[in-house]
């Protein structure tokens, strides 16, 4: 009996032939493939999510086994049924890492080379330099998360002779790391350093973590940088902290509400670099993400275990 | 007798003393110093140039010896006055290597992670997100002129996988470098590039390289970037290739004419970053700046001959 891998998104042929490859027993669907409710029977394990499956595949002995997240946090997806149904759930932590690093160096170098007020004055077709320009050795940088992303970006920093300061659960040291502390000294850390980026998985701990207190502590000099997730951040005290530049500058890829509605106070702000969610996005990730894919699937079929990037329910990352 | 090192504006204390301690008949002074004509007679050393220098300093029997440029290019330069007159040219090329390629590598990393268009959107509170994203890895980036900038930046683009292509005066080869071809073959090179960023010195031989072909020729989905001189850039040609979008994209940080007048056409275009002359600025630039100084100073009063990045006077770089 053909059992379903059932897909949010479709993959390149190559993909779908290595799975074949792999295992002839399984076959990869997208939903429009599943005509009636008996094919649903036959999904042992999903790519990706969508909300209507909720319904569909979540229920007492339902046949799902499996779910390989698309993204590295999990925080919108279902955990508590799939613990209760017992369905394992792989994230694809590290896929994003390079892309989101980048992302960060890009902002990091453009603030360091005075490229936003340059951008600024160009609308007003302003030949004007700004007042000061730094190397990236000059910055206290403060990587809130040593996960996959953060060591990545330290490793940058390293290169271009920085060594930034991590913040994670414990406190456990991180190779290119200059120190790291758990997360309750964040505060004390954030109040030192010049940038803070936050890179943490949504949980109960990081809902609304910077708040107006926190903005407040901040040196007034400092950025700010988001590409966590956004409900991490009180977007109100974002919004007023850098009205009243209480913080100089920050950069937000992530937000509580997405898209970010047009009216939104943020966007007639001065003192910000508003993306639209794009710092994952990332180049051949197909040939990443299906890495990952192909090695957790191979165990699957042999132990029924997982080797990569097992998500535990229970902490949600 | 003192002698008079005379500079076009002032260093910190410690420098002064530091030349005080390696020769004390040496003064460093500012033009206000310099009260009555005599005064400049005494005149051996520069830091920099002024226009105005030239009717005191340039003659017959001039005692001054040596003109240690601030900048790394020497164009605006009177250079066959220093010949005529047996003065020595030293520049400051290297100083502003980590500066500039901090500048290129933000520009590159801007455009691979889609932030032009982001931050095009953000002036109209549009949340889109570009079509594609970029790892360095997937460019083909020629570099014209390997000299110290484009070294440092081939440093980094192999940091992150990318091996650029070099153009130099005779195609020798350079550490850092895929390949390097001679001047001559710019054009062939160009044409398979999705980026060329001109480093160049401003000669009767790059005097309006880059012209209305040379940009014809690029690829249409190329950048082209300018941290060399302005005046090695057609400007109208250029203003004609982005507006006809037969290349996708310009980061021009130096001119023809400077500042860039408020009505000039290219501030109207879209699809050009605009810097003014900021690549160069480097921060703790007064120490990288005296360290060149003070060892071609030690030289100069031992030997006097000079030891860090003398100009030939005849190339002009």
Redesign the interface.
């Known amino acids: 009996m053909t059992k379903y891998i059932l897909s949010d998104r479709s993959f390149r042929d190559e993909f779908l032939k290595q799975i074949q490859k792999i295992d002839s027993n399984y076959q990869f669907v997208l939903e429009d493939d599943l005509t009636n409710s008996e094919d649903w029977q036959n999904v042992e394990i999903t790519i990706g999510w969508k909300k209507s499956w909720d319904e569909k595949l979540l229920y007492e002995k339902t046949p799902l086994k499996w779910v390989q997240s698309i993204s590295a946090g999990v925080d919108y997806l279902p955990l508590d049924q799939f613990r209760n149904y017992n369905i394992k759930l792989t994230n694809s932590s590290g896929v994003h890492a390079?892309?989101i690093a980048?992302?960060l160096?890009?902002i990091l170098?453009?603030q360091?080379?005075?490229?936003f007020s340059?951008?600024e004055?160009?609308?007003h077709?302003?030949?004007?330099?700004?007042d000061?320009?730094?190397?990236?050795q000059?910055l206290r940088i403060l990587i809130v998360g040593t996960g996959k992303i953060g060591q990545r970006l330290a490793s940058y920093l390293n290169?271009f002779e920085n060594q930034p300061i991590g913040i994670n659960t414990n406190g456990r040291t991180m190779e290119d790391f200059k120190n790291t502390f758990p997360l309750h000294q964040l505060e004390e850390q954030a109040t030192m350093s010049d940038v803070v980026i936050n890179i943490l998985p949504l949980t109960d701990d990081t809902y609304h973590l910077y708040n107006k207190e926190f903005f407040q502590n901040m040196k007034d000099s400092a950025t700010f940088i988001n590409v966590g997730r956004g409900p991490s951040v009180d977007t109100q005290a974002l919004h007023q902290a850098l009205q009243n530049n209480e913080i100089a500058f920050a950069a937000i890829d992530v937000f509580e509400q997405?898209?970010?509605p047009?009216?939104?106070p943020l966007?007639?702000l001065k003192n910000i670099?508003?993306?639209?969610?794009?710092?994952g996005?990332?180049?051949?990730f197909q040939k990443k993400f299906m890495a990952i894919f192909f090695d957790n699937f191979t165990k699957f079929i042999k132990e029924g275990s997982l080797t990569e990037n097992e998500v535990s329910l229970a902490s949600g990352y």
Chains 1, 2 share one sequence.
Not at 112 to 115: A, I, P, Y
């Open positions: 390079q892309a980048d992302h160096l890009a170098f453009m360091n080379r005075g490229f340059a951008i004055n160009q609308r077709a302003k030949w004007e330099m700004a000061n320009y730094m190397n990236p000059d290169f997405e898209p970010l047009a009216d939104h966007w007639s670099l508003i993306t639209p969610h794009i710092s996005f990332t180049p051949h």
